[in-house]
């Protein structure tokens, strides 16, 4: 049974430079890393958001030889959807697909090309924010 998203890999071909850009995206540094064959450093992982996710950058050099898009988008949830997308533009990622609404339930999307390309979605998710309410102590104890 599928519990759930546990870790997302990007690749990158300049890992430093986007171990620096995702710290600048994410506002944290890597709390992990890990050394390759050759003792220079393969993977780094971050912890975000509410469950604390693992997003790992790995080297480009340790890409599986078939890498081709399969048409999958992961979207993280954002709560302020116009201001984190202005803000990954004007890191110097490149407009994927622009803000949509996915019908009028409030679920709403965007995503773009990290300057490594990877794709990065987000979006507001009204589900998302009611399973994290039920999850949260209640204040009436």
Do not use: C
């Amino acid at each position: 049974m599928f519990r759930g998203f546990a870790t997302i890999v990007f690749w990158a071909d300049e890992l430093e430079a986007a171990k620096d850009w995702y710290s600048r995206v994410l506002e944290m540094k890597p709390y992990f890393s890990r050394p390759g064959p050759d003792g220079n450093t393969a993977y780094y992982e971050f912890r975000v958001g509410d469950y604390e996710n693992e997003f790992g950058l790995i080297d480009g050099r340790y890409r599986p030889s078939s890498t081709e898009p399969g048409g999958a988008i992961m979207y993280w949830h954002v709560d302020d959807l116009e201001g984190t997308f202005e803000r990954l533009l004007s890191l110097g990622a490149k407009e994927h697909q622009p803000i949509t609404a996915q019908g009028d339930t409030g679920f709403v999307t965007a995503s773009v090309v990290d300057p490594f390309g990877n794709v990065l979605g987000i979006m507001t998710n009204p589900h998302y924010l009611e399973i994290l309410e039920t999850l949260r102590p209640s204040s009436e104890n």
